[in-house]
């Protein structure tokens, strides 16, 4: 009896975990001149122990990713298989289910890493939300000064702090 109490509490802790993801990701990358230059990029995503499906879009360069919901999901990862390719993130556009994520100060937590939301929506964040990495490396410099201008940070504990716009 003690077994069975313990494995519901196991469960319902694995349930109310995997709520917090991040379920999909559209990656736009600039550099791709054919479709054997895709399908390399593609090929190295796909070693990523954290994605489950690739499309990929060559009309646009765009790869979208769905992501496993028992792995976390580190952008980092991404960018590197995507460089290591001979390429670039032009952009990152990713959706996180907010649901059991505590957000204090515009600063969440997920994988090790930090996220902090540059403009919050007005009313409060739940359920599946979209936004856009906007640091160096994963979006048009352009964009990445826009956002990133004013905004001053300190080194995390662990991990690295990724900048969001909704």
Request: glycine residues 6%; positive net charge; contains cysteine.
């Amino acid at each position: 009896m003690k077994t069975l109490k313990i494995f519901i509490v196991l469960f319902a802790l694995t349930i109310t975990a995997a709520k917090a993801q991040f379920t999909k990701a559209e990656l736009q990358v600039s550099g791709l001149t054919c479709a054997l230059c895709a399908k390399s990029t593609e090929k190295a995503l796909r070693t990523l122990p954290f994605v489950s499906e690739i499309k990929t879009d060559l009309m646009h360069n765009l790869y979208l990713i769905t992501f496993k919901s028992d792995v976390p999901v580190n952008f980092e990862q991404i960018s590197k298989k995507v460089q290591g390719s001979g390429f670039s993130v032009n952009s990152l556009k990713a959706t996180f289910n907010f649901d059991n994520t505590k957000i204090a100060d515009n600063v969440f937590s997920y994988g090790g890493d930090t996220y902090r939301l540059l403009n919050p929506a007005d009313k409060a964040i739940t359920g599946n939300v979209n936004f856009t990495i906007v640091d160096n490396g994963f979006a048009p410099k352009s964009v990445s000064k826009k956002y990133l201008g004013q905004v001053t940070d300190t080194a995390p504990a662990s991990g690295r702090i990724y900048h969001l716009a909704i």
